[in-house]
């Protein structure tokens, strides 16, 4: 194998005649848009890369587009799955800190904060759960349609 050219994520292989996929274009198109936003290109360089690169057939020519523009920086990825991660790491520490596997970072404080915040949720857990037992509307609820008015209500 031999060296991508600078700013291409795209793999190489030895052979320069191996055609490039959608998702390739797609990757540099992405690279294109990074670097105008950093103030890299202009938009007539990236509208000219742009129509580049549906003209070309092959990877080394897809690289071509990107080699004078430094390799992206891994970025976070996008959605839920950062935000789960963090949650699932907080929810693990404060676990093992409850249960005593592990030292507090600021000793009673972090314990009950997470007393605290366990029992609010099982107020607002019990709450929900009456409501949905005991019903919502009291007496219950009264039809408001377009008959309303036969019935003495309007």
């Not at 290109?41 to 509208?47: K, P, R």
Request: charged share 25%; glycine share 12%.
């Amino acid at each position: 194998m031999r060296e991508n050219p600078a700013g291409s994520t795209l793999p190489t292989d030895t052979a320069d005649g191996i055609r490039c996929s959608d998702a390739e274009r797609e990757q540099v198109r992405a690279a294109l848009y990074g670097a105008a936003g950093e103030g890299r290109l202009t938009m007539d360089e990236v509208e000219e890369r742009l129509a580049r690169i549906e003209e070309v057939r092959f990877r080394h020519e897809l690289a071509e587009v990107t080699a004078d523009l430094p390799a992206p920086s891994p970025e976070v990825a996008p959605g839920w799955r950062p935000i789960v991660a963090a949650a699932r790491r907080n929810l693990a520490a404060d676990l093992a800190v409850l249960l005593g596997r592990a030292p507090e970072p600021a000793p009673g404080r972090r314990r009950l904060l997470i007393i605290v915040t366990v029992l609010i949720g099982l107020v607002v857990a019990a709450a929900i759960v009456l409501a949905t037992v005991h019903g919502f509307g009291g007496d219950g609820f009264e039809p408001h349609g377009i008959d309303a008015g036969e019935h003495g209500h309007g």
